[in-house]
Structures are given as C-alpha cells and as structure tokens.
C-alpha cells in the first residue's frame, strides 16, 4: 500500500524505512543532527527518495515543518503541471 502513494512524512520510524525501502518519497522530520542514517547529511545516501528535515534537540519544530510544508507544496505544485 506504500508504493501506492505520492509521498509519506514521518517521523524516523519503520514506516520511513519500508516506504523508502518501496521507493515512495519520504520526508523524515527528526531532532537528530549527526547520526549513522545520513552521515551527517539531510538525505540518505542509499534511498535518494528519502530526505531528512532536521531540528536540533532543543530547537523548535516550527522551522523544520515550514520546510516540510515548502517541500510538500513544491510536489503538489509539480504534479499539477505534469498533469496539465
């Protein structure tokens, strides 16, 4: 059912790593900076349909989910135009 949809936006979960497993894009929101995932990148470098929207652990969510959203529109809009 995963490879079904145009995206998922999750939290470092199961449910990123099966979607990106699939080949659905993924948006990951996480507090962690620096980790073995992605280097020390926003992406992961053996799934390039994942990208990681990374907040440090006592900075605020808001930042990353207006990314988030950014990102999301962008896909939407891009879809729009490939369909007209």
Same mark, same amino acid.
């Given at each position: 059912?995963?490879?079904? =949809?145009? #995206?998922? *936006?999750?939290? @470092?979960?199961? /449910?990123?790593? =099966?979607? #990106?497993? *699939?080949?659905? @894009?993924?948006? /990951?929101?996480?507090?962690?900076?620096?980790?073995?995932?992605?280097?020390?990148?926003?992406?992961?470098?053996?799934?390039?349909?994942?990208?990681?929207?990374?907040c440090g652990a006592i900075d605020p969510w808001e930042p990353a989910i207006d990314r988030i959203a950014a990102e999301i529109r962008?896909?939407?809009?891009?879809?729009?135009?490939?369909?007209?």
């Open positions: 059912m995963i490879s079904k =949809l145009d #995206g998922v *936006v999750s939290g @470092r979960t199961a /449910v990123a790593a =099966l979607a #990106g497993a *699939v080949g659905t @894009r993924v948006l /990951v929101l996480s507090r962690r900076i620096t980790d073995w995932w992605g280097f020390g990148t926003d992406y992961c470098p053996w799934q390039a349909q994942v990208r990681a929207f990374l962008a896909m939407v809009e891009s879809k729009k135009a490939l369909s007209t």
